[in-house]
C-alpha cells in the first residue's frame, strides 16, 4: 500500500505496534478480543447516552465568546495538555530505553531524523486517538444537528496533543541532560503519574483546600473575569474561538501545536538518538560501586527474601509511579477525613474510612502481584532448600509494608481525633490488605517483572474479584465507621464467605503454577 | 564411597510426549561428567528433576545419599543449579545477588561475606560488584551467576550449557572454575553441545537419545565400545546417537 521505507510506510509500522501493544495490554486470546469489541462498542454507546441526548439539547445553543466561555475554554485545554503530557513524557522516556528495534531501525538505510520523526508523530497519534475515540462520538450528532464548526475541536485536540508530544520530548531530553540516564528513568515516570494526577488534584480543590477556601478562590477569579474592566491577555481567546471553529484562530491552534512539535523534533532529532544509545549503558555507572560496602550478609531466608523484595521495589520506577499516582488519590481522600473529623462533621467519615480501605487494598495489590507472580528468577527460589511458605510470607511482607506506612500518618491522628472511624478505617485497610495479599498468593499468574510496565497482567478474574470484595469490605468499614455494627454483619460475612470460596491450599496453588508452566 | 548422583527408573512425560523414559545413570564423587545428547533428548528435563524443579513421573534420585524426592530440602542443601540462561534480577548488584542467594542457602554471613568476596574476585567481578545487574554483558551475567550457585559451597554442581554465548576468556575462566572445584573435591555434571569442551574436561560422558543413556564411559571405555581407536567425541557422538553429520 505504501513505498517501503517511506514516511507513512513507517507511520503505519508504528501504529501497528501501539495497536498490538494496546491489545497486549488487555491480554491475550480472549482479552484481546474483549478489547476490540470494548473498543467498537464504546463510541456506540457514547454516541448514544451522550452524543445524541446533547445534539438535541444544544442544537440551538450558541456559544458566545465571554470572559467566563474563553476562561472555561483555556481551563479545558490546559486541562487536557496536562493529562497529554503525562502519556507524552512517559512514551519519550520509554522511547529512550526501550530501544531494541530503534537500533534496528538505525541500521537500516533509513534517515535517523526520519525514523524518529515518525516514532514522535505516531506517539502524538496514539494520544489523540485515545481522545478522539470518546470525543468524536459525542461531537459527531452535535455537528450534524446544527454546529458543523464544532468539529473544529478535532483538529484542536490534534494539535494539543502535537505541542504535548514536543513538550515531553523536551523534557525528557532537558532531565536526561540535567540529572543522567538512571535518574531520568526514574524521575521521568514518577513525573508523568504526577503531571496526570494534577488535573485530578486541581478538581479536588475544594477537597484539600477546604470548601470556604476554595470557595473564595474560585469567587475572587469568577469576580475578576467577571467585571468588565477585565481584558484577557491576547490569545487567551483563540482556544474557544479555534474549537468553534473560526479560520484564523483555529490555524494559529493548529500552527502552535505543530510549531512546538517541529521545534522538540528539529533540536532534539539528532541529541535524541545519542541519549538513547547513552541509556543503554545505564547500570555501569560508576556512582552505583557507592552501594559496595553496604552488603548485609544474613543467613535468614526470610530476611534476604525481604531484602531483595524491597530492593526491586524500590528500584522500579514503572510500579513507584504507578503506586504514587494511587497514593495521590489517597491525598484529597485523607484530607477530607481528617478534616471532618477534627471539625466533628462526621458525615464523611464512613465513606472516607471505607473509600480509603478500597484504595489500600488495591495498592496492596498491585505490590503483591510484584513481588508473588513477578518473579524474576523462580529457578532460583525453587532450587533453594528454603520452604516456600517463608520465601511467601517474606514476599507478602514486602507488599503490605509499604502501605502499611503510608497510612499509619493518616489513621493515627484520625484514630486520635475520632476513635471509631479511626479504628473502622485501620480494621477495613487490613481487611481489604489482607484479602488482596491473599489472592495473589491463591491465584499467582507468574510473568516477569519487566511486564507491569505494559500492564497488570494477573487474571483478569483476580481483578475482578479484588474490586468486588474491596468494596464489599469498604462498605462494611463505612457501616462500622457510622456505628452500625448489626448492619455490618452482612457485607463483612460476604467478604469473608467470598475470600474462602477463593481460597486455595498450597498443593492446589503448586498444581496450578506446574499446569501454567 | 557414596555416589554423588545415582538416577534409577526415572520417567518424566509431558502431555503424551516422553521426555525421559526409564533412565539410569550414576555419577561418582569427585568427577566431571558430561551428559550430552541431540536437542530435545531429555537432558535438560533430567537435570530439572534432579535441581528439584520438575516432579518425575516414576523413580529414584539420590544425592550423596540423600533422597531428592523424599527429602527435597535436605537435597537441594548440598545442590547448585545454574541454567543457561542466568538465574538473576537485573536491578540488584553482583553483591547484593550474592547476599539474596546465601541467605536462601542460609550461610553464615561472615562466611558469606567472605565466599562471596573470593568469589567475585576470581571471576573478575569484584569491581563491579557495586553496579546493578541490568548493565552487564551476557559473559558477566552469567558469572554473576556462577557465583550465586557456588556461594553455598554445593557438593553437586549442576550446569546446563554453561558456556553457551560467552566468549573465548570468559568461557576459559568459567572452564578453570569448574576444574578447580572437581579438584577441591566438589562433583561437576554439566551439558554441552561444545564437544570438544566434553572431551578435553569430563571425566566420564553420558550420552542421552530420546530420554535414554545411550552410552556412559570414558573416552577410551566410549571408543572401545565403537571400535574406533582414535575417533573424536564428535565421532562416536555422531555414531552412537545415529545422526549423520
Known amino acids: 500500500m505504501f513505498a517501503p521505507g517511506s514516511t507513512l510506510w513507517l507511520m503505519r509500522h508504528e501504529l501497528r505496534l501501539s495497536w498490538r501493544g494496546l491489545t497486549e495490554r488487555r491480554g491475550r486470546g480472549r482479552g484481546r478480543f474483549r478489547t476490540l469489541w470494548l473498543s467498537a462498542i464504546l463510541p456506540l454507546i457514547l454516541l448514544v447516552t451522550a452524543g445524541l441526548p446533547l445534539s438535541f439539547a444544544l442544537r440551538r445553543v450558541q456559544i458566545s465568546v465571554s470572559p467566563i466561555s474563553v476562561a ?205 544509545a547513552a541509556a543503554a549503558g545505564v547500570g555501569t555507572g560508576g556512582g552505583r560501586a557507592r552501594a559496595a560496602g553496604r552488603a548485609r550478609f544474613s543467613a535468614s531466608a526470610f530476611r534476604a527474601t525481604f531484602t531483595k523484595e524491597m530492593r526491586l521495589i524500590a528500584r522500579d520506577p514503572a510500579l513507584i509511579s504507578q503506586v504514587l499516582l494511587r497514593v495521590l488519590y489517597i491525598i484529597p481522600l485523607g484530607i477530607v477525613i481528617l478534616r471532618q473529623a477534627g471539625t466533628a462533621q462526621a458525615l464523611a467519615l464512613p465513606g472516607g474510612a471505607g473509600a480509603l480501605s478500597l484504595i489500600a487494598g488495591q495498592i496492596t495489590g498491585s505490590l503483591a502481584w510484584i513481588t508473588i507472580s513477578a518473579e524474576d528468577a523462580p529457578d532460583l527460589l525453587s532450587c533453594a532448600p528454603t520452604p516456600t511458605r517463608t520465601l511467601r510470607q517474606a514476599k507478602l511482607l514486602a507488599a503490605i509494608l509499604p502501605v502499611a506506612i503510608l497510612l499509619v500518618p493518616l489513621l493515627v491522628p484520625l484514630t486520635v481525633m475520632a476513635p471509631l472511624p479511626g479504628v473502622a478505617a485501620a480494621l477495613g485497610c487490613a481487611g481489604s490488605m489482607g484479602m488482596t495479599a491473599a489472592l495473589n498468593v491463591w491465584w499467582q499468574r507468574p510473568a516477569k517483572r519487566s511486564d507491569f510496565r505494559r500492564a497488570r497482567q494477573a487474571s483478569w478474574f483476580v481483578t475482578l474479584m479484588e474490586l468486588l470484595l474491596g468494596i464489599v469490605i469498604a462498605v462494611a468499614t463505612g457501616m462500622i465507621a457510622a456505628g452500625q455494627f448489626g448492619w455490618a454483619l452482612i457485607p463483612a460475612v460476604l467478604a469473608l464467605v467470598g475470600v474462602l470460596l477463593l481460597s486455595r491450599s498450597d498443593a492446589q496453588v503448586a498444581q496450578a503454577l506446574r499446569a501454567a508452566s | 564411597m557414596t555416589d554423588a548422583l545415582s538416577i534409577r527408573g526415572l520417567s518424566k512425560t509431558f502431555g503424551g510426549k516422553v521426555a525421559v523414559d526409564d533412565l539410569s545413570l550414576t555419577v561418582r564423587a569427585g568427577e566431571l561428567y558430561a551428559l550430552l545428547g541431540p536437542n530435545g533428548a531429555g537432558k535438560t528435563t533430567t537435570l530439572r528433576i534432579v535441581a528439584g524443579l520438575l516432579k518425575p513421573n516414576a523413580g529414584q534420585i539420590g544425592v550423596f545419599g540423600r533422597d531428592v524426592l523424599a527429602d527435597p530440602a535436605a537435597a537441594k542443601q548440598i545442590i547448585a543449579w545454574a541454567p543457561d540462561e542466568p538465574m538473576l534480577y537485573d536491578r540488584l548488584t553482583p553483591l547484593e545477588y550474592l547476599e539474596f542467594v546465601a541467605g536462601l542457602w542460609g550461610v553464615a554471613p561472615a562466611q558469606a561475606q567472605a565466599k562471596a568476596e573470593e568469589l567475585l574476585k576470581w571471576l573478575g567481578l569484584w569491581e563491579n560488584r557495586g553496579e546493578r545487574c541490568e548493565g552487564f554483558s551476557r559473559g558477566m551475567k552469567q558469572k554473576t551467576a556462577l ?17 553457551t554465548g560467552l566468549d573465548a576468556a570468559v568461557a576459559r ?11 577441591a573435591g566438589a562433583t561437576v555434571i554439566l551439558t554441552t553441545h561444545i564437544l570438544e569442551v566434553a572431551e578435553r574436561m569430563a571425566d566420564r560422558i553420558g550420552i542421552i537419545q530420546n530420554g535414554r543413556l545411550a552410552a556412559e564411559g570414558t573416552m577410551d571405555e566410549l571408543r572401545a565400545r565403537t571400535g574406533e581407536g582414535q575417533a573424536t567425541l564428535e565421532d562416536l557422538f555422531l555414531e552412537l546417537t545415529g545422526a549423520e553429520a
Open chain 1, 72 to 276: 472555561i475554554a483555556a481551563v479545558i485545554a490546559v486541562a487536557l495538555f496536562t493529562l497529554m503530557l503525562s502519556q507524552t513524557l512517559s512514551a519519550a522516556v520509554d522511547a529512550l530505553y526501550e530501544r531494541a528495534d530503534l537500533d534496528l531501525l538505525f541500521s537500516s538505510p533509513l534517515k535517523p531524523r526520519r525514523v524518529l520523526t515518525v516514532r514522535f508523530l505516531a506517539v502524538a497519534v496514539n494520544v489523540f486517538t485515545l481522545v478522539g475515540l470518546i470525543t468524536t462520538p459525542v461531537l459527531l450528532p452535535i455537528a450534524v444537528t446544527g454546529h458543523p464548526a464544532w468539529l473544529a475541536l478535532e483538529p484542536v485536540l490534534f494539535s494539543v496533543s502535537l505541542a504535548a508530544t514536543g513538550a515531553g520530548l523536551m523534557i525528557a531530553s532537558g532531565l536526561f541532560r540535567l540529572i543522567g540516564p538512571r535518574r531520568t528513568r526514574t524521575l521521568g515516570q514518577v513525573l508523568a503519574a504526577v503531571t496526570g494526577a494534577a488535573a485530578f488534584l486541581l478538581g479536588q480543590a475544594y477537597n484539600i483546600l477546604g470548601r470556604q477556601q476554595a470557595g473564595s478562590i474560585w469567587a475572587v477569579i469568577a469576580k475578576r473575569i467577571a467585571d468588565p474592566s477585565f481584558h484577557a491577555p491576547p490569545g487567551l481567546d483563540w482556544p474557544l474561538r479555534a474549537m468553534l471553529g473560526q479560520p484564523l484562530p483555529l490555524l494559529g491552534v493548529i500552527a502552535v501545536g505543530v510549531g512546538v512539535f517541529l521545534l522538540a523534533n528539529q533540536l532534539l532529532g539528532a541529541r535524541f538518538a545519542a541519549d538513547a
Open chain 2, 173 to 183: 575462566q568459567v572452564k578453570d572454575l569448574l576444574q578447580a572445584r572437581v579438584k
Open chain 2, 147 to 163: 557465583a550465586g550457585a557456588l556461594i553455598h559451597d554445593p557438593q553437586l554442581l549442576i550446569l546446563d550449557e554453561p558456556l
